[in-house]
């Protein structure tokens, strides 16, 4: 998304009908559908088969529903392709080594180590996962809330491609973020190219006309796409909220109609909950060595 989407522009109308029209439909659909008759259904944010099969063709079309009705394009056959010059404006702008938050399939990772960067993605969709590590890159399946490998220790963070709305609220994600970098360490941010500060509450919508967006028919075992809070957040804004939590700005720059911040980490005392976590995943991630900044 981006800079995606969100970003570039006004969110297009859902196509069809009102949105309460839709939630009632995909409502009496869920009622009168029994478990025994349909077979249990599995529920995900961006772990839901919408997402997943947008990956694993490598296009979309992919939206973020937004409760309104409003759908916000995803920008899955850039991310699927091969890092472009916006990507590389903030790529090469990395220092030591890189956690890439909300890797998706893997175009910066990959591109990352091509340039000798030490990187590691995380995700919480096992496709994005996987087609990241396909490309050789280093990921693993991990919400950026999670504990991580080398907590207090990351030179540089990435949060692009919209990826500063994980969550729904950017404050937070930047307090995150500071725990996890070390002393004087970057946070790259892409920011909506246009001025807002807006939450939202979405869901994944493939726009192939499901009731609630959800891909129809709805058969056994299909996953639902169930709502999740994101935020869009342009530069402005994200640069109100960095200095309130001490964040110094670094850079500003914008290539191909896409915008960028950099931003050094406050200095600041970690907190008391993220020094127990990088403790604990020190001791129990599932990752080698040559995923753990040095
Ligand atoms: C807007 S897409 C960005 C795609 C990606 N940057 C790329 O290059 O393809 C958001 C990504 O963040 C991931 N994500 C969402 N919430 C997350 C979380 N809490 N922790 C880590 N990743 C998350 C999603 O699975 C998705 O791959």
New binding site residues.
Partial sequence: ?ST?VPSSGPAAPASAGAPDTHEAVADSVYASDTPARRGPLRTAS?GADP?ANALRTGRGPLFLRRSDGWLLP?DVER?CSDAGSADLSALHRCEGPVLD?????G??VAELASLGHRALG????EA?VARTRGLGGAALLR???DPLPGEGRWGTLLL????IG??GDPAALLDRAADLLGAGGLLIAETAPVDLDERVRVRLDDGRGGPDGRTAPVAAGDEVAEPFLWARIGTPALLRHARTGGWRTADQWGAEGRTFVSLRRPERERSARTSSQSAESANSAPVISSQLPR
């Avoid at 938050?101 to 399939?105: A, H, R, V």
């Avoid at 692009?160 to 990826?163: M, S, Y």
């Fill in positions: 998304m995606t961006w997402y995803l991310w938050i909300g890797c998706g399939p175009r910066l995380i995700d919480v969709s994005a919400s950026v809330f692009l491609d919209g990826n994980i969550g």
